[in-house]
């Protein structure tokens, strides 16, 4: 026979850590409500886009973890680079309707670089030549997304700049895993990634899942996983 009680009291401490603002976007009237829905298991703490929030990190983490707790949502399953074996935070995942996570990279080329330019270039650190297309120019840095070798090996056809050697400066993405908070240093998964290896960074922006990870470093400082 199920504890009852307990159930109040767990109920009481969600509803303590939920914003409180009875806004009804999660699908529920009410705050208590979505405690209770989330207690059976009939929606999930994702539908409450406020608890995302930088300000209201400590509840999440407390909410996550008291969930796990009671087995109503289940322990993360690790994240390993193939490669290196090392553990990630998260997977990055693209932007909406966009092939790969944006990189922000710093090109040492002084060739001219325009928004649309397909360019050829080796990330600093990285062994893997990458072609990309460029969505956008600031003051000499590009953001780009992915568009290969992977599909664009096969066309010799196609026009693009070799420009080198270029630094990554940052990624953005969405989060696909445990939200973190801004400042911290984090080790992902970007799930574009050709050699699947874990980069680390530090967190500059949150929006929701929405992330933007500055201080790219290929160099994680953690033990690898043992198998």
Not at 11 to 29: D, F, Q, R, W
Not at 82 to 91: N, P, S
Not at 193 to 222: F, N, P, R, T, Y
């Amino acid at each position: 026979m199920k504890d009852k009680s307990k159930n109040v009291d767990h109920k009481e401490t969600i509803i303590k850590l939920l914003p409180g603002y009875n806004c009804g976007i999660c699908g529920y009237a009410r705050c208590d409500e979505f405690a209770s829905a989330l207690l059976k298991k009939r929606t999930s703490v994702e539908s409450c886009h406020f608890m995302f929030q930088e300000i209201f990190n400590d509840n999440l983490k407390q909410l996550e973890k008291l969930l796990k707790k009671e087995n109503i949502i289940p322990e993360d399953e690790k994240i390993v680079g193939v490669l290196d074996g090392y553990e990630a935070d998260f997977i990055l995942e693209p932007l909406p309707e966009e092939h790969s996570c944006r990189e922000i990279l710093y090109p040492f080329t002084r060739e001219e670089l325009k928004k649309g330019d397909i360019i050829r270039y080796r990330p600093l650190g990285c062994p893997i030549t990458h072609f990309a297309e460029i969505l956008d120019e600031n003051h000499g840095l590009i953001t780009v997304h992915i568009v290969g070798p992977c599909h664009r090996l096969d066309n010799e056809n196609f026009e693009f700049q070799d420009v080198g050697v270029c630094m990554v400066g940052g990624f953005e993405g969405i989060i696909e895993g445990k939200v973190p908070a801004v400042g911290e240093t984090v080790r992902f998964l970007p799930k574009h990634c050709m050699m699947q290896k874990v980069h680390s960074g530090v967190v500059v922006q949150i929006e929701g899942k929405k992330i933007i990870i500055e201080g790219i470093d290929l160099k994680v400082w953690a033990p690898p996983i043992k198998g």
